[in-house]
Every structure is written in structure tokens, then in C-alpha cells.
């Protein structure tokens, strides 16, 4: 009972410390302090030490031996692999989708893609981020490949730090909203059209969060 209740709670902590990292809370290069996260989570250290592991496993904290362990930090570089690997992995879980929707599977998808747009309207950044990352999400339903499933299991968490946070949740609304109507369409040239410049505009943003000089300034 008692190692159950043990990896239930460090379950529990990895989980805060995910949604922490990637909605921006704890910043790249910032330390996990076992000591305090333990204190503000109410669990001893060794939960809080074994979800930092995970969370070293799952590619969004770095480990530092005899110091703390901080949050990942990102180099041009490393947006752009990320880039290399969401670009065509995305392009088939979009174009999959505009061939193989049933109409449940669209019914679905037009109930994540109204609830980011009434948060769009609200003006709830967070819920708009978290429904847009859904909206991506939801590809992996309508596609009906399991092997993109299990990429997307394996990358899932970094491509949405990486690039699942934004300033203008109108506008990412909209491009949802023309994606949505290609795929409903199975408009699979304009499905792949607009995925490639909403994934472009992607990446810029993403260089611009993490503080990424664009290559002209870094020359």
C-alpha cells in the first residue's frame, strides 16, 4: 500500500511540474529545489525526486549531478530539430485526417475547435492554449494510425512546450477554423497548404518565447 500511495503521489508532483514547465510557469534554466517543491506539494523528497526523474526521461528537465536539476533550456538549434521532426509528422496526422474522418471523429473535432474559440473570445489565454493543443491532439483520432499515435506518445509533451504557447488566440482560431473546413472537405492539397504555413509561423513564435535571436541579428 504504502509504495502504491508512493508512486501515486509522485505521479502526482511530475504532473504539477509538467504543467508548470509547460505553460510557462517555471522558465528554461530555472532550478527544482527538492526541498521546496516538496514543501509546497505537501509530499516528502523522494516523490518530488522521482518525478524530476521522469521528467529528466521525458526530455523537459536536465539533470545536474552534486546540484539541482533545472528545466530544459533551448537553442536555435533545438527548435529547429524540433521543427524538422512536427513538420512532417503533423502534415500526416492533418492530411490522415482530411481522408479518414467519419463523421463522429469531424463532430468531435468541431467541439475542441468552438471551445478554443469561445475562449479566444473570452480572452482566456491559457484555456485557448490548452484547447488549441487539443484541437493538434485530436488529429491522432481522426488520422487512425497507431504508430503516429505512439510518436506523438513519445514527442507529444516537448512539441507542446516547444510550440503550444502563444500570444494571439484570435488568430490561431482562425487558422484552426480554415483547417477544420479543409479537413472537413477532405481538401487534402489545401489541408497540407495550410499546415505548412501555420507550422512556419510556429516556429517563429516559438524562437521568440524562448528567446531566440533570428539568424541575421546572431550573424
Known amino acids: 500500500m504504502g509504495e502504491k500511495s508512493g508512486e501515486l503521489e509522485s505521479a502526482r508532483v511530475a504532473r504539477v511540474l509538467r504543467d508548470d514547465i509547460v505553460t510557462g510557469r517555471r522558465k528554461p534554466g530555472s532550478k527544482l529545489v527538492e526541498r521546496d517543491i516538496a514543501a509546497r506539494l505537501n509530499v516528502s523528497r523522494l ?6 526523474r521522469a521528467l529528466v526521461t521525458e526530455g523537459l528537465v536536465v539533470s ?3 546540484t539541482y536539476a533545472v528545466v530544459r533550456e533551448y537553442t536555435r538549434d533545438d527548435v529547429r530539430e ?3 521532426v512536427r513538420g512532417p509528422l503533423e502534415t500526416m496526422l492533418f492530411t490522415y485526417a482530411a481522408e479518414r474522418h467519419d463523421e463522429a471523429g469531424l463532430a468531435g473535432l468541431l467541439r475542441v475547435l468552438e471551445r478554443e474559440e469561445q475562449a479566444a473570445r473570452d480572452g482566456d489565454l491559457l484555456a485557448a492554449q490548452n484547447a488549441a493543443v487539443d484541437f493538434h491532439a485530436y488529429m491522432t483520432v481522426l488520422a487512425r494510425n497507431a504508430v503516429l499515435v505512439e510518436l506523438v ?3 507529444g509533451t516537448r512539441l507542446k512546450w516547444i510550440f503550444g504557447l502563444y500570444e494571439e488566440p484570435d488568430t490561431m482560431a482562425v487558422s484552426h477554423r480554415e483547417l477544420y473546413t479543409a479537413i472537413a472537405a477532405r481538401d487534402v492539397e489545401l489541408v497540407r497548404s495550410l499546415v505548412a504555413a501555420h507550422l512556419a509561423e510556429g ?5 521568440r518565447r524562448f528567446g531566440l535571436p533570428d539568424e541575421a541579428s546572431a550573424g
Open 47 to 52: 516523490p518530488v525526486r522521482e518525478a524530476i
Open 153 to 155: 506518445g513519445v514527442f
Open 203 to 207: 516556429f517563429v513564435a516559438a524562437e
Open 64 to 66: 545536474r549531478p552534486r
Open 82 to 84: 524540433f521543427a524538422e
